[in-house]
Structures are given as structure tokens and as C-alpha cells.
């Protein structure tokens, strides 16, 4: 793999994760790509802060971090509150979603 000389990179022990984390530099309109589908690129610089711009398929769900663990814990006070009925029910319920979904298109 050949290092592009404008930018640096290295590992990192992630403090919330026993995983290391590769930290990468980037400036301005510069990106990041994660397989072949997902290219994070940083659009604007702040004093205090960084927008960054995310293109994934529809189907990759992306939140900032505060957003996806509330998430979480909303899905687990869920499923701890529901009976196994209602959970089975649910589940009924997501699979027939997704049967719709992934179904072919009957338009001409």
C-alpha cells in the first residue's frame, strides 16, 4: 500500500475500547475511504470543531456517537419492558417490513 507523503497516520489506543484506532490526518476537502462504499471527507474547519461529510449506501445507519447510544439505550429499555408476545410480535412485524422492501418493483 503507498503512503500519500501529505498525509500521516498512526495507531492509537482508543480509551473506550480495548481495540487500537488508526488516526489519520486530513485537511480541508481531503477523505477517508472505508471499503469501497464509504468516503468520509472533511468539509469545513472551525476553531473548535470539524464538519465532516459522510457518503455511505442508504442501508449503512450513520449517527454521531451521543445519537447512536441513546438509540441503544432506547432499544434496550424497549425490549426490557415488552412481553415476549409483544417482542415476537415485533419481529413479525420488521421481517414483513423488510420482505416489502426487498421485493421487486411492479412498476413498468
Known amino acids: 500500500m503507498?503512503?500519500?507523503?501529505?498525509?500521516?497516520?498512526?495507531l492509537a489506543t482508543d480509551t473506550a475500547s480495548?481495540?487500537?484506532?488508526?488516526?489519520?490526518?486530513?485537511?480541508?476537502?481531503?477523505?477517508?475511504?472505508?471499503a469501497?462504499?464509504?468516503?468520509i471527507r472533511v468539509v469545513r474547519l472551525d476553531r473548535?470543531?470539524?464538519?465532516?461529510g459522510v457518503s455511505a449506501p442508504?442501508?449503512?445507519?450513520?449517527h454521531r456517537e451521543e445519537v447512536y447510544l441513546e438509540i441503544l439505550q432506547s432499544n434496550l429499555a424497549a425490549v426490557e419492558t415488552?412481553?415476549?408476545?409483544?417482542l415476537a410480535l415485533r419481529l413479525?412485524?420488521?421481517r414483513n417490513d423488510a420482505t416489502v422492501r426487498l421485493a421487486p418493483s411492479s412498476a413498468p
Open 2 to 10: 503507498r503512503r500519500n507523503s501529505r498525509s500521516t497516520s498512526r
Open 18 to 34: 480495548p481495540r487500537a484506532m488508526l488516526v489519520l490526518s486530513r485537511k480541508l476537502n481531503e477523505a477517508i475511504r472505508i
Open 36 to 39: 469501497e462504499d464509504i468516503t
Open 48 to 52: 473548535d470543531s470539524v464538519r465532516l
Open 58 to 62: 442508504k442501508n449503512i445507519g450513520i
Open 82 to 86: 415488552s412481553t415476549p408476545e409483544q
Open 92 to 94: 413479525q412485524q420488521i
